[in-house]
Nanobody, 125 residues
Framework: QVQLVESGGGLVQAGGSLRLSCAAS????????MGWFRQAPGKEREFVAA????????YYADSVKGRFTISRDNAKNTVYLQMNSLKPEDTAVYYC??????????????????WGQGTQVTVSS
């Protein structure tokens, strides 16, 4: 079992920044991939960013490329999502996800078998 807890969400003005954190506990050594997804009201959950557990490779959705950065701190078993130049359309609940089944950068929600509870990000115009 892997437990994921997100934090760092909040209300920010357009153009501002936030850093989301995802603290992992439990059988973290079995995690092979990490990712961030988001879900806005009335919309499906969408991929945001992914990184291999080693941190060697990352991948981003086109909508956030150049603005968001996924990173990790091995010592703290924590994955981060640095979000800069935020836009109102970035408003959503952001979820951290981990896969103990597949490795690498994964963009499909079904490839992840552990999820956090989500943290709300609201960007005002």
């Amino acid at each position: 079992q892997v437990q994921l807890v997100e934090s760092g969400g909040g209300l920010v003005q357009a153009g501002g920044s936030l850093r989301l954190s995802c603290a992992a506990s439990g059988r973290t050594f079995s995690s092979r991939a990490m990712g961030w997804f988001r879900q806005a009201p009335g919309k499906e959950r969408e991929f945001v960013a992914a990184g291999s557990w080693s941190g060697a490779t990352t991948y981003y959705a086109d909508s956030v490329k150049g603005r968001f950065t996924i990173s990790r701190d091995n010592a703290k078993n924590t994955v981060y999502l640095q979000m800069n130049s935020l836009k109102p359309e970035d408003t959503a609940v952001y979820y951290c996800a981990a896969s103990t089944v597949v490795a690498g950068t994964r963009t499909l929600a079904r490839e992840y078998n552990y999820w956090g509870q989500g943290t709300q990000v609201t960007v005002s115009s």
